[in-house]
Structure formats: structure tokens, C-alpha cells
Nanobody, 117 residues
Framework: QVQLVESGGGLVQPGGSLRLSCAAS????????LSWYRQAPGKERELVAR????????NYADSVKGRFTISRDNTKNTVYLQMNSLKPEDTAVYYC??????????WGQGTQVTVSS
């Protein structure tokens, strides 16, 4: 059974930091690219960051470049999103996604991040 379980969300003040984790099981984790998406109320889901299957290539949305860092640990089947210098506009539900070009597209259930004073 495929599972992606996010954790680490919560309430943080502007300028603060959070580290999201996404633990995967039920598929060959090291073959999949991993991404973090977010969806704010009333807005479409957007790509935040992506890391290749090997971990050697990363991409970021312009809005988070220099503040967020995506990484993965293929020995732990886990992908992370380190979020620094958080802003109120980062408030959203954050989802992880595992994608394999030859088949396989899995999503987690999401974790809420709220940035507010």
C-alpha cells in the first residue's frame, strides 16, 4: 500500500522556520522525483520545490528561492522541506508528491502551515 505522510506543519511567526517531512512507503522511493506543493485558500495548488530521484537536481518556485530548501534521504524514504524566513503569504496546506515518469503519481494528505503573528 502506497503511503505518503507529511508532518512538521504548524503555526509560526513571520520570520520563523519550519521543517516539513514526508515519509514514504509502498513503492521504490529512490526511483521517484519528489516535490512539495502548496494550496492556499481560494487559490490553485502550486509547485514549491522539486528534487530529482538521485537528489542531485532541485528546482524552486521564484517565491521561495533562497528561503526554502528541499532534500531527500533515500535511506529513510523521506523528503524534507526546510522553510526559513517564513512570510504570511506562505500560509497554505503543503503536500508532497512522488512522481515516476514510467508510471506512478502519488500524493500525501497535506499538512497545514500558518504564518501569523
Amino acid at each position: 500500500q502506497v503511503q505518503l505522510v507529511e508532518s512538521g506543519g504548524g503555526l509560526v511567526q513571520p520570520g520563523g522556520s519550519l521543517r516539513l517531512s514526508c515519509a514514504a512507503s509502498g513503492f521504490t522511493f529512490s526511483s521517484f522525483s519528489l516535490s512539495w506543493y502548496r494550496q492556499a485558500p481560494g487559490k490553485e495548488r502550486e509547485l514549491v520545490a522539486r528534487v530529482s530521484s538521485s537528489g542531485t537536481s532541485t528546482n524552486y518556485a521564484d517565491s521561495v528561492k533562497g528561503r526554502f530548501t528541499i532534500s531527500r534521504d533515500n535511506t529513510k524514504n523521506t523528503v524534507y522541506l526546510q522553510m526559513n524566513s517564513l512570510k504570511p503569504e506562505d500560509t497554505a496546506v503543503y503536500y508532497c508528491r512522488a512522481l515516476y515518469s514510467l508510471g506512478g503519481d502519488y500524493w500525501g494528505q497535506g499538512t497545514q502551515v500558518t504564518v501569523s503573528s
